[in-house]
């Protein structure tokens, strides 16, 4: 019987050709696409399990609160507060805390034996826990005891490759850092870093016990400042991680009381992050280790995925109820010779099943062949192999199975149900019920339509904003120059006075901060007289004098610093007027306290910038105060050339001729500023291959359909032409009613969409204004689409020579 089903399906699909085509190529498409997007998403998904008991282990984040209002939510901590969780709570069975090197210093690395050192980023120091709490797959050593001694260090195979070639790297020594700072590491363990995916990809990890930043974590006592270690915890199994967050606010007063008052925070809250949930859940939380992907994007992805495929079951659908009358006789003489309503249901699903299935196979050598595209656009390493993964497979089955059944349940239940006399007597066509259907469905594709191009044109606005907007600086011809050694930094105003001499070299300045690099450094300030208990945050960043005029920064108010300058003099922008509620006439005149216990620092206000940002647009611009600097961490440089290359080769002379033996690290400031929006810029090119590929389906429906209307109305196209009926009326006559649906679905799509896209848009503190003219160039351009589609079928059916089509009468 089954056997029978198959063949007369077969038989069935070969029979209607552009039918079967249609299908097939709209369900393979999509099936293409749910996969792609499967693909990704599992790989956003995978991150971090491969720990033992991952689901046990937790980040320890920080929201800190002045004056009732949340100004600090950090996935760091201060220093003493995971090991004092270990201690006060039985739940927690270890801890172990991670410093990123990155955010203070970028030490160079090289062999004790040779004199190429390396910028590595992504640097860590790790207590002798940390892989007790973590795994790695390990090539070489015990890291259980690599980082129990000082001067230890575990390398990544990229960097013991690059530092000792093929040979062993075990017990040999590196040199970590330069100049007097400079110190000597022995290498304990080597460990794969593209075997997992995780949010730490640390480069090297050296053991937090080492002389320096490592033992003033250590050493360090205050559980309310310093917030700028990465704590995790083990709990214990069977232990809730909900009894302990409960717990926090009790252990916070306990332990920090004394140092929150004498930070000036009026409060502080510990929250739990599963180390699971970090990569997909924690977008908004500040100072993530590594780019954090957000969740919502991935709902956004997986829609448009079972959007496309809904659209490509309605093809199916609608081509198949429309065609009824075709295989009206068929389903009559059938039913005469004995064929229930349930074996034909039986038959015209195994027709969608097997079309479904088809589709699903084809798919899978396509999504090969586009990997390489779906990797540079997505930024992931998938390979074929991510095609084999049970739940890849499971899923894929499931969406065959699944969109089988959903294409053919309806076309099933109509064609079976159409009378056997009504069918032989006159090759009965649907009752006028399904064609409102077929309307119904056909609007809902030019919805989604219009949905899809409305929120591509938002998103492609909204990139184009954030690249385009006024940051505060001209990020365009400049260049930042990573000094990275103090004995480099000593030498910056040498450097300064040589690269000046390079043609196309204007102006050059310097930062602690690179510009677009997030700034971590603060300090908490008060007013003269005001409560020292309750201070306001303020971004910190050290700059030379001319470092306004080199990044077009402007100077509202004061003066840029000079050669006598100390670092009691500061330099603010509006936003810490803002905060402090200082008039900009009265701003020279004002002075910011800072204290911790009892000393207590004055620092006078020389001058305004305007607000400019220094960080992402998804942020409101924080108040922010700059300090004389001498001893910078990077070169600001203002170009102007046609030969980046020749200027480039002028700067690094001059750089190798003063600091030898470092490397020249340059970046260019408008590229680093684009890194800030790589998500939205792949979801904007993801949107928009999707968005065609719905339409292109969408179309692929309405030609279908066209085909089929013209087919049927052949008869009455020839008489109307005899009578004189011109082709433009013919095409009017075919076309109008797709038109009216276009209309109906712009009505119910734009509200839809522009619910949506505000609510995306929120997350977007610097954002655009949706305009009206968004959807409504959406309509029109769906109209255009459908038109052309429809249209050119019409004109084919319309200039077609009327006696063939009367011949038969």
Same mark, same amino acid.
């Given at each position: 019987?089954?056997?029978?089903? /198959?063949?007369?399906?077969?038989?069935?699909?070969? &029979?209607? &050709?552009?039918?079967?085509?249609?299908?097939?190529?709209?369900?393979?498409? !999509?099936?293409?696409?749910?996969?792609?997007?499967?693909?990704?998403?599992?790989?956003?998904?995978?991150?971090?399990?491969?720990?033992?008991?991952?689901?046990?282990?937790?980040?320890?984040?920080?929201?800190?609160?002045?004056?009732?209002?949340?100004?600090?939510?950090?996935?760091?901590?201060?220093?003493?507060?995971?090991?004092?969780?270990?201690?006060?709570?039985?739940?927690?069975?270890?801890?172990?805390?991670?410093?990123?090197?990155?955010?203070?210093?970028?030490?160079?690395?090289?062999?004790?034996?040779?004199?190429?050192?390396?910028?590595?980023?992504?640097?860590?120091?790790?207590?002798?826990?940390?892989?007790?709490?973590?795994?790695?797959?390990?090539?070489?050593?015990?890291?259980?005891?690599?980082?129990?001694?000082?001067?230890?260090?575990?390398?990544?195979?990229?960097?013991?490759?690059?530092?000792? %070639?093929?040979?062993?790297?075990?017990?040999?020594?590196?040199?970590?850092?330069?100049?007097?700072?400079?110190?000597?590491?022995?290498?304990? %363990?080597?460990?794969?870093?593209?075997?997992?995916?995780?949010?730490?990809?640390?480069?090297?990890?050296?053991?937090?016990?080492?002389?320096?930043?490592?033992?003033?974590?250590?050493?360090?006592?205050?559980?309310?400042?310093?917030?700028?270690?990465?704590?995790?915890?083990?709990?214990?199994?069977?232990?809730?991680?909900?009894?302990?967050?409960?717990?926090?606010?009790?252990?916070?007063?306990?332990?920090?009381?004394?140092?929150?008052?004498?930070?000036?925070?009026?409060?502080?809250?510990?929250?739990?992050?599963?180390?699971?949930?970090?990569?997909?859940?924690?977008?908004?939380?500040?100072?993530?280790?590594?780019?954090?992907?957000?969740?919502?994007?991935?709902?956004?992805?997986?829609?448009l995925a079972f959007f496309i495929q809904l659209v490509a079951c309605i093809n199916f659908i609608n081509l198949s109820t429309a065609r009824a009358s075709k295989r009206a006789r068929e389903i009559g003489v059938r039913k005469v010779v004995g064929a229930g309503k349930n074996a034909l249901m039986r038959q015209f699903l195994g027709e969608s099943l097997l079309l479904s299935i088809f589709a699903m196979l084809l798919s899978i050598p396509i999504v090969i062949l586009l990997l390489p595209l779906v990797n540079d656009i997505t930024q992931e390493s998938l390979s074929y192999i991510n095609l084999y993964q049970w739940h890849i497979v499971v899923i894929l089955l499931a969406i065959g199975v699944v969109t089988g059944l959903a294409s053919g349940i309806y076309p099933a239940i109509v064609l079976s149900s159409i009378k056997p006399v009504k069918a032989l007597k006159s090759s009965a066509i649907l009752q006028s019920g399904s064609g409102t259907f077929r309307k119904a469905l056909v609007v809902f594709q030019f919805v989604i339509s219009i949905c899809l191009i409305s929120t591509v044109i938002i998103i492609g606005?909204?990139?184009?904003?954030?690249?385009?907007?006024?940051?505060?600086?001209?990020?365009?011809?400049?260049?930042?120059?990573?000094? @990275?050694?103090?004995?480099?930094?000593?030498?910056?105003?040498?450097?300064?006075?040589?690269?000046?001499?390079?043609? @196309?070299?204007?102006?050059?300045?310097? !930062?602690?901060?690179?510009?677009?690099?997030?700034?971590?450094?603060?300090?908490?300030?008060?007013?003269?007289?005001?409560? &020292?208990?309750?201070?306001?945050?303020?971004?910190?960043?050290?700059?030379?004098?001319?470092?306004?005029?080199?990044?077009?920064?402007?100077?509202?108010?004061?003066?840029?610093?000079?050669?006598?300058?100390?670092?009691?003099?500061? /330099?603010?922008?509006?936003?810490?007027?803002?905060?402090?509620?200082?008039?900009?006439?009265?701003?020279?005149?004002?002075?910011?306290?800072?204290?911790?216990?009892?000393?207590?620092?004055?620092?006078?206000? /020389? !001058?305004?910038?305007?607000?400019?940002?220094?960080?992402?647009?998804?942020?409101?611009?924080?108040?922010?105060?700059?300090?004389?600097?001498?001893?910078?961490?990077?070169?600001?440089?203002?170009?102007?050339?046609?030969?980046?290359?020749?200027?480039?080769?002028?700067?690094?002379?001059?750089?190798?001729?003063?600091?030898?033996?470092?490397?020249?690290?340059?970046?260019?400031?408008?590229?680093?500023?684009?890194?800030?929006?790589?998500?939205?810029?792949?979801?904007?090119? /993801?949107?928009?291959?999707?968005?065609?590929?719905?339409?292109?389906?969408?179309?692929?429906?309405?030609?279908?359909?066209?085909?089929?209307?013209?087919?049927?109305?052949?008869?009455?196209?020839?008489?109307?032409?005899?009578?004189?009926?011109?082709?433009?009326?013919?095409?009017?006559?075919?076309?109008?009613?797709?038109?009216?649906?276009?209309?109906?679905?712009?009505?119910?799509?734009?509200?839809?969409?522009?619910?949506?896209?505000?609510?995306?848009?929120? !997350?977007?503190?610097?954002?655009?204004?949706?305009?009206?003219?968004?959807?409504?160039?959406?309509?029109?351009?769906?109209?255009?689409?459908?038109?052309?589609?429809?249209?050119?079928?019409?004109?084919?059916?319309?200039?077609?020579?009327?006696?063939?089509?009367?011949?038969?009468?």
């Open positions: 019987m089954i056997k029978n089903y /198959i063949k007369i399906a077969w038989r069935n699909l070969l &029979k209607n &050709k552009q039918q079967t085509i249609i299908n097939l190529l709209g369900l393979t498409l !999509g099936t293409v696409s749910c996969l792609v997007i499967l693909l990704y998403v599992f790989a956003q998904l995978g991150y971090d399990q491969h720990h033992n008991e991952a689901a046990s282990i937790y980040r320890v984040e920080t929201i800190i609160e002045r004056d009732g209002q949340e100004s600090f939510d950090s996935a760091t901590s201060s220093p003493p507060i995971a090991f004092a969780l270990k201690d006060d709570f039985a739940e927690v069975e270890e801890a172990t805390r991670v410093v990123l090197t990155d955010v203070f210093y970028s030490p160079l690395i090289r062999a004790a034996n040779s004199e190429d050192a390396y910028y590595e980023p992504r640097v860590y120091l790790a207590d002798s826990t940390f892989f007790k709490v973590f795994n790695f797959k390990i090539l070489e050593g015990d890291v259980k005891t690599a980082l129990d001694e000082p001067n230890a260090v575990v390398l990544s195979s990229y960097i013991s490759n690059k530092l000792f %070639g093929n040979s062993s790297p075990l017990d040999k020594t590196v040199v970590w850092g330069s100049g007097d700072d400079a110190l000597t590491l022995t290498v304990k %363990g080597v460990y794969h870093e593209k075997a997992y995916k995780t949010h730490f990809n640390p480069s090297y990890i050296v053991s937090m016990s080492t002389p320096g930043m490592g033992t003033f974590v250590q050493n360090f006592q205050s559980f309310a400042t310093n917030n700028f270690v990465y704590s995790y915890v083990k709990l214990r199994p069977n232990s809730s991680d909900v009894g302990l967050q409960k717990k926090m606010p009790q252990f916070m007063e306990d332990r920090g009381a004394q140092d929150l008052r004498d930070a000036g925070m009026s409060n502080k809250t510990l929250e739990l992050t599963k180390v699971t949930d970090i990569h997909l859940y924690s977008n908004g939380r500040k100072n993530q280790l590594d780019r954090v992907s957000n969740s919502t994007y991935l709902y956004f992805l997986l829609s606005q909204q990139f184009k904003y954030a690249q385009t907007k006024d940051l505060g600086y001209k990020k365009d011809n400049l260049l930042a120059l990573r000094v @990275g050694t103090e004995e480099s930094s000593k030498k910056f105003e040498s450097l300064k006075a040589s690269f000046l001499k390079v043609p @196309g070299v204007l102006q050059v300045s310097s !930062g602690n901060y690179s510009p677009s690099e997030i700034i971590l450094a603060d300090n908490g300030f008060y007013l003269p007289g005001g409560n &020292k208990e309750n201070k306001t945050v303020v971004k910190r960043n050290g700059v030379s004098d001319g470092y306004f005029n080199t990044m077009g920064i402007e100077l509202l108010k004061g003066r840029d610093f000079s050669a006598a300058d100390t670092v009691d003099q500061i /330099i603010v922008n509006e936003a810490t007027l803002k905060a402090f509620n200082i008039d900009i006439e009265n701003a020279l005149s004002a002075t910011l306290m800072q204290s911790y216990g009892d000393e207590i620092d004055e620092l006078r206000i /020389i !001058g305004v910038v305007k607000n400019y940002h220094f960080a992402s647009l998804k942020e409101e611009i924080q108040p922010l105060f700059l300090h004389k600097e001498t001893e910078p961490n990077w070169v600001v440089i203002k170009t102007k050339t046609d030969n980046y290359g020749q200027l480039l080769q002028g700067l690094e002379q001059q750089w190798k001729s003063a600091v030898n033996n470092i490397p020249f690290d340059y970046r260019f400031v408008d590229k680093e500023v684009e890194k800030l929006y790589e998500e939205e810029k792949r979801l904007g090119f /993801i949107s928009v291959g999707f968005t065609i590929l719905a339409i292109f389906i969408s179309c692929l429906g309405l030609f279908g359909l066209i085909s089929y209307v013209a087919e049927q109305k052949k008869k009455e196209i020839g008489v109307r032409k005899v009578l004189g009926a011109s082709v433009q009326s013919v095409v009017k006559l075919l076309t109008k009613d797709f038109i009216k649906l276009v209309l109906i679905a712009f009505v119910l799509a734009s509200p839809i969409a522009y619910y949506f896209i505000s609510r995306w848009l929120e !997350g977007f503190t610097y954002r655009i204004e949706i305009k009206w003219w968004v959807f409504l160039a959406s309509g029109v351009l769906v109209m255009v689409i459908t038109f052309l589609t429809v249209g050119l079928q019409s004109l084919k059916s319309a200039a077609a020579n009327p006696v063939k089509s009367l011949r038969s009468e």
